[in-house]
């Protein structure tokens, strides 16, 4: 069996996870805002992620997911632009 060739990089002051490379996969890299929050990943030079929140911690926008809007029926659940759940 072969074994998982697996590369792990982490911020020493926050433990953030900062890269990881898996096999034979592009490096993905981490970034974080100055809340430690996670706001960018990328596989290789590419973006394939991108988050921002609000200033009250919420998630805006999650590529993949677009904008996230909150219901005032049910305020900590998420919905699309749709209003679906």
Do not use: W
């Not at 590369?7 to 592009?26: A, C, E, F, Q, V």
């Amino acid at each position: 069996m072969r074994k998982a060739s697996v590369l792990d990089t982490y911020d020493g002051t926050t433990d953030n996870l900062l890269s990881r490379k898996r096999n034979n996969n592009p490096q993905e890299s981490f970034g974080y805002d100055n809340l430690d929050r996670l706001v960018s990943v990328k596989s290789g030079a590419a973006e394939t992620m991108k988050i921002s929140y609000a200033p009250n911690g919420n998630i805006l926008f999650k590529t993949g997911g677009g904008q996230l809007l909150l219901r005032q029926e049910c305020p900590s659940a998420c919905c699309d632009g749709g209003g679906k759940h």
